[in-house]
T-cell receptor
Framework: KNEVEQSPQNLTAQEGEFITINCSYS?????LHWLQQHPGGGIVSLFM???GKKKHGRLIATINIQEKHSSLHITASHPRDSAVYIC???????????FGTGTSLTVIP | GAGVSQSPSNKVTEKGKDVELRCDPI?????LYWYRQSLGQGLEFLIY????????KSGLPSDRFSAERTGGSVSTLTIQRTQQEDSAVYLC?????????????FGSGTRLTVV
């Protein structure tokens, strides 16, 4: 079974704070996916990456393949960033992603 | 279509009844996945279709669950003799080809409540 672990499980931040969510996994992967799920809402893809770093607006995702670790950063956090952030990995040679249990983020005004 | 479409968005059914959930993937996407998300839990893999290949059914929790994909497009997930533990959000995702290269696009899910 592929293990995908996220930390923290829950995170509360004040508006404007810099936020980091971590994801660790145990197998070699071809890609890692960061997704966002709002309460009662669908799941939206934020990033898919296999190396290095990607940035979109206030969101930054990094991955270290050797250490089997990825981080999702949110700069200048805002209450609308409140959601569950999910990390998923696709093992080398695999055909599907395996999901972490998510990090629930609440940003307080 | 522009996105992955699932119907119905909500379904309330009585214990013991059969239900059918529908997924219409993005046009041209050859891979289609069904997942289940129980309250407060992560995504649980159910079944995977890739083109004309035999589906990967390894995640189906019991023989009450089945799925088909007609014409390589629309998929239907059927749950027979529903039980209360089947209550969850059922999510469908599609991918252009192998998910590792292209990632997923998710539908908005069907919330199933068995009473």
């Amino acid at each position: 079974k592929n293990e995908v672990e996220q930390s923290p499980q829950n995170l509360t931040a004040q508006e404007g704070e810099f936020i980091t969510i971590n994801c660790s996994y145990s197998v070699g992967i071809s890609a890692l996916h960061w997704l966002q799920q709002h309460p009662g809402g669908g799941i939206v893809s934020l990033f898919m990456l296999s190396s290095g770093k990607k940035k979109h607006g206030r969101l930054i995702a990094t991955i270290n393949i050797q250490e089997k670790h990825s981080s999702l950063h949110i700069t200048a956090s805002h209450p609308r960033d409140s959601a569950v952030y999910i990390c998923a990995v696709c093992p080398l040679g695999g055909n599907q992603f395996y999901f972490g249990t998510g990090t629930s983020l609440t940003v307080i005004p | 279509g522009a996105g992955v479409s699932q119907s119905p968005s909500n379904k309330v059914t009585e214990k013991g009844k059969d239900v059918e959930l529908r997924c219409d993937p993005i046009s041209g996407h050859t891979a289609l996945y069904w997942y289940r998300q129980s309250l407060g839990q992560g995504l649980e893999f159910l079944i995977y279709f890739q083109g004309n290949s035999a589906p990967d059914k390894s995640g189906l929790p019991s023989d009450r669950f089945s799925a088909e994909r007609t014409g390589g497009s629309v998929s239907t997930l059927t749950i027979q003799r529903t039980q209360q533990e089947d209550s969850a959000v059922y999510l469908c995702a599609s991918s252009l080809m192998a998910a590792g290269n292209y990632g997923y696009t998710f539908g908005s899910g069907t919330r199933l409540t068995v009473v």
